[in-house]
């Protein structure tokens, strides 16, 4: 068994450390500072009073560890297509990709069947490159529950969340899909394999798409966005659009939006990803999170002008860093 992390920041970083400290055989793809300090000093992953370091395998030559069993791409949605050169050259006819990423994925109507089954989503994926460097019958999809931050290269602050959701893009419960879950379990983590995994995408992403935008908008923990009443309708509207969309596609949701606020009120004086990459002066990822989800209100004919006022706002603030 061969596993590489490509992507060793928050989330990457902390599945990595994990586990290795497991005993699991696992690499990490990482760049510049994070990577030197991994090299030098190990990845050092801080969790709920605990401190640990671990030595593991880093570089930033992806070519340089050949064919992987498993790929898990832990980059940001909007920074896969420069990322998918080198995820590529660790493809073997049997690897299996998870993305652990936020948002609408570009292997989204892999298998969804009629009436978009096999078409791109343009928004993260504008020229099919995706589509052809990392083909979908690779993916397992994932959706991802934790909290994790990178306060100095090679290190790890591990927040909140153990929590992971797999399933195939097709719904069947297959035997690779029970070894992902497996080795994540071996980490630790809290896992959950469902046949619905489109549903699981949406509910997550149904809390990204609201309370990450507008934190960047407003610099505001997540305790803060959630306590305002204005802003807590706001939010509630970005989602019940984005809501209509998925519905239009087959999408279930077993929750409503104030309940799924609640829940994102459990992460207290939360920096969301997106107001945490603003702050370290790096792209946001807008596509995946607003600009996936009005390209699909389109297809189906639903109208999202508060999703697309809220992108353009977005998307200016972040070309202002």
Same mark, same amino acid.
């Given at each position: 068994?061969?596993i590489?992390?490509?992507g060793?920041?928050?989330?990457?970083?902390?599945?990595?450390a994990?586990?290795?400290?497991?005993?699991?055989?696992?690499?990490?793809?990482a760049?510049?500072?994070?990577l030197?300090?991994?090299?030098?000093?190990?990845?050092?992953?801080?969790a709920?009073?605990?401190?640990?370091?671990?030595r593991i395998?880093?570089?930033?030559?992806?070519?340089?560890l /050949?064919r992987?069993?498993?790929?898990?791409?832990?980059?940001?949605?909007?920074?896969?297509?420069?990322?998918a050169?080198?995820?590529?050259?660790l493809?073997?006819?049997?690897?299996?990709?998870?993305?652990a990423?936020? /948002?609408?994925?570009?292997w989204?109507?892999? +298998?969804?069947?009629?009436?978009?089954?096999?078409e791109?989503?343009?928004?993260?994926?504008?020229?099919?490159?995706?589509l052809a460097l990392l083909?979908p019958p690779?993916?397992?999809?994932?959706?991802?529950?934790?909290?994790?931050?990178?306060?100095?290269p090679?290190?790890?602050?591990?927040?909140?969340?153990?929590?992971?959701?797999?399933?195939?893009p097709?719904? =069947?419960?297959?035997?690779?899909?029970e070894?992902v879950?497996?080795?994540?379990?071996?980490?630790g983590?809290?896992?959950?394999?469902?046949?619905?995994? +489109?549903?699981?995408?949406?509910?997550?992403?149904?809390?990204?798409?609201?309370?990450?935008?507008v934190?960047?908008?407003?610099?505001? =923990?997540?305790?803060?966005?959630?306590a305002?009443?204005?802003?807590?309708?706001?939010?509630?509207?970005?989602?019940?659009?984005?809501?209509?969309?998925?519905?239009?596609?087959?999408?279930?949701?077993?929750?409503?939006?104030?309940?799924?606020?609640?829940?994102?009120?459990?992460?207290?004086?939360?920096?969301?990803s997106?107001?945490?990459d603003?702050?370290?002066?790096?792209?946001l990822?807008?596509?995946?999170?607003?600009?996936a989800?009005?390209?699909?209100? +389109?297809?189906?004919?639903?109208a999202?002008?508060?999703?697309?006022?809220?992108?353009a706002?977005?998307?200016? +603030?972040?070309a202002a860093?």
């Amino acid at each position: 068994m061969k596993i590489t992390v490509f992507g060793a920041g928050a989330v990457g970083g902390l599945l990595a450390a994990r586990m290795a400290l497991a005993g699991l055989p696992v690499a990490v793809v990482a760049r510049g500072p994070h990577l030197a300090a991994i090299r030098e000093r190990g990845l050092r992953l801080r969790a709920r009073g605990s401190d640990r370091t671990v030595r593991i395998e880093a570089t930033d030559r992806p070519e340089e560890l /050949g064919r992987q069993d498993l790929v898990i791409v832990a980059t940001k949605g909007h920074a896969l297509p420069g990322a998918a050169p080198g995820i590529a050259r660790l493809l073997g006819p049997d690897t299996v990709l998870v993305p652990a990423q936020n /948002g609408i994925p570009w292997w989204y109507f892999h +298998r969804a069947g009629p009436p978009f089954d096999g078409e791109a989503v343009r928004a993260v994926d504008p020229d099919g490159t995706l589509l052809a460097l990392l083909p979908p019958p690779h993916v397992v999809g994932c959706v991802v529950y934790v909290g994790a931050a990178v306060p100095a290269p090679g290190v790890i602050d591990h927040s909140s969340g153990e929590r992971f959701v797999f399933g195939e893009p097709d719904g =069947t419960m297959s035997d690779r899909l029970e070894r992902v879950a497996t080795i994540f379990r071996k980490a630790g983590f809290e896992v959950e394999t469902t046949p619905r995994i +489109r549903d699981a995408i949406w509910l997550k992403l149904w809390g990204n798409l609201s309370v990450n935008p507008v934190s960047v908008l407003t610099q505001a =923990t997540t305790d803060r966005l959630l306590a305002d009443p204005d802003v807590r309708r706001l939010l509630r509207l970005l989602m019940e659009e984005a809501a209509q969309v998925a519905s239009a596609l087959g999408v279930r949701f077993e929750t409503t939006a104030e309940e799924r606020l609640r829940l994102a009120e459990q992460l207290g004086a939360f920096k969301t990803s997106m107001l945490q990459d603003l702050e370290a002066g790096r792209s946001l990822e807008t596509a995946p999170l607003l600009g996936a989800v009005a390209e699909l209100g +389109r297809k189906v004919g639903v109208a999202t002008p508060t999703l697309d006022t809220i992108e353009a706002l977005v998307r200016l +603030r972040g070309a202002a860093q």
